[in-house]
Structure formats: structure tokens, C-alpha cells
């Protein structure tokens, strides 16, 4: 079994800042990729940001330059780090993170997801 547990999120006015974490925990090898999504109402679930094992990073436009993944790879976490923040990134957070088990199977696992509130 291999689980993700989430961390943060809450409430934050325009503008302010919010960090989400999220824990790995279980059976596992190794963990290619560390991500988070997030789903609004009304909307389907999108890619935030990811970081694969290396280092390198990928980000949706929309949050270029705002938002700031990071990796702790032993500790198997990954946080996300939201400055600059909008209504429009009022959603759900989930963390994802594609992961290669101790029976070598590669498997995609998400978290239960934290919720981001942006609004005065």
C-alpha cells in the first residue's frame, strides 16, 4: 500500500501566500514524479505543477512565476509553495506522485485532496 497525506491549505485573501505539503508513506522503491492537481467547481482536475526525481519542473501557465514546486526526496515529500494568489485558484488540491513499489510495480496514487480558498 502506498499513501499520500496532504498537508495546509485553508483560507488566504488575494494576493496573500499558502503552502500545501504532501507525505509518501508506504511500500515503495522509488517515486518518479511528485505533482499536484486541482479541480474547481464546475471544472475538470488540471495539472499545477509536477517535479520528476531530477529536479526538473513543469507548471501550468497560469501559475508561472507564482507558484513554487519543491522535492524532498528522502523524506518523500513534496510541497507546493502559492504566492500571488487568485480566486481563480480556489480548487481542491490533490497531490500525485507516480510511484515504482517494492514488487516493482509502477503504480499512480493520489491524495484526498486539501482545499484552497482565495477570497476576501
Known amino acids: 500500500q502506498v499513501q499520500l497525506v496532504e498537508s495546509g491549505g485553508g483560507l488566504v485573501q488575494p494576493g496573500g501566500s499558502l503552502r500545501v505539503s504532501c507525505a509518501a508513506s508506504?511500500?515503495?522503491?522509488?517515486?518518479?514524479?511528485m505533482g499536484w492537481y486541482r479541480q474547481a467547481p464546475g471544472k475538470e482536475r488540471e495539472l499545477v505543477a509536477e517535479?520528476?526525481?531530477?529536479?526538473?519542473?513543469n507548471y501550468a501557465d497560469s501559475v508561472k512565476g507564482r507558484f513554487t514546486i519543491s522535492r524532498d526526496n528522502a523524506k518523500l515529500m513534496v510541497s507546493l509553495q502559492m504566492n500571488s494568489l487568485k480566486p481563480e485558484d480556489t480548487a481542491v488540491y490533490y497531490c500525485?506522485?507516480?510511484?515504482?513499489?517494492?514488487?516493482?510495480?509502477?503504480?499512480?496514487?493520489w491524495g484526498q485532496g486539501t482545499l484552497v480558498t482565495v477570497s476576501s
Open positions: 508506504g511500500n515503495i522503491l522509488s517515486i518518479n514524479v
Open positions: 500525485n506522485a507516480r510511484v515504482r513499489d517494492r514488487r516493482y510495480r509502477d503504480l499512480e496514487v
Open positions: 517535479i520528476i526525481s531530477g529536479g526538473s519542473t
